[in-house]
Every structure is written in structure tokens, then in C-alpha cells.
């Protein structure tokens, strides 16, 4: 379909760390905290930051390079308990977001994302906007995380729906890469977390800076 005609879309499906919330601070936050408790010396915000996206495994992993497998499991469980606690001491909805769900209210929306269902359902429940997600989908219901589309895939099944009206919207290559996979269209937000160089690369069909563009994007 070419760019400047407008797809029909049934689902909507979002990547939720840097495109629903800004979680950057309390993640940060909560990795700095499991740092100092495990005596670990302290990282630059910036280089925490650079890790998220991969879920939260993957996040102490990077953090704690060179401890042993049994720190890292013990830093892991407690890193989860401690941000499941204090997922929303800084954490907002990015500008126009719980506008652009409203609009699209009749839809289907998912939320696929990297970080634990349990702590995402709480951050949507305390932001408000747990009501808009017909459903969402963590590591605990997947083998594979983003690339792989196992996770969008698993939404398509559960809605019945066809993956040609469907879009998946992220902040990071993976999503795009993911969404290409399951054979939907594809959409990347530069206001997020993740390298906007990588996701440009990644070549979404659509880009948005805001979004509520997303409105004008699709029907």
C-alpha cells in the first residue's frame, strides 16, 4: 500500500516502555538501588538507560557484568521486587497517549512488551489506563522476546485477526523487526527510549514524533 493511503486497522498493538511511558528514571532508579545493595560500584544513568528495551533480565545482566550466575539471580529477583514497589515514583504517560487510546476506543489494543506482566499491569492500573489494553503480553507468556514475533503473533491469535490490519508501534528496531516478521504494518516513535538511528534503519512504514499522529496515520 503506498504511504500516503491510509490502512484499515482492527488492532493496535504497542511496544510499552518509551511509546505508553517514560519509565527511564524509576528503572534507572531501581538499578542504582540494586547496585549499592548488592555493593556494586555505581553506572552512569545514561549507560543504564542504554540497556533497557531487552526486559529486566537482560538489564541486571549488563549492569552487573562480571558477578557470578548466583549474584546475578539473587540481583535480578530483587531488582523486580524493588521496582514492582517503586514503578511509578517518576513514571508518566507520554503527552497525548491517553488521548490517542480514547480515539481509538473502538479498536483492539495490545501491549507486547519486554517488561514483566506483573509490573506492567500494575504501572497501567496506577497510571489509569489499564481499562484501554484488551490485552497484554509479557516474557512470562513467550519462549522468544521482540525480534521474534512470537508476541504479536500470540495477540493475532487471541483476536483472530488478520496481521494486514493490524500495527504494531515501538520505540526500538525490535518492534519494527518483530512487527515485519508477523506480517503487520509498522510504526516507530522518535520521542522513546530506543536509538532513533536503529529504528530509522529498521525502515517502519510509517514515523511519528507524537502519538497522536498515529490518528492521522490510520482508519
Known sequence: MHKNQKP????LIFDFDGVIIDSRDDIAGAVEYSLKHFGRPPLPRDEIISYIGWG???????????CDDEVIREAISFYKKYYLDNSVKETKLYKNVEETLDFFKGKKIALVTNKPEDISLSILDKLGVADRFNIVIGPESLKKLKPDPEGILKVLDAFGEDPKKTIMIGDTYTDVEAGKAAGTYTCGVTYGIGSTEDLLKASPDYIVDDIIKLTDIII
Open 8 to 11: 484499515y486497522i482492527n488492532v
Open 56 to 66: 529486566a533480565d537482560n538489564l541486571i545482566r549488563s549492569c552487573f557484568k562480571g
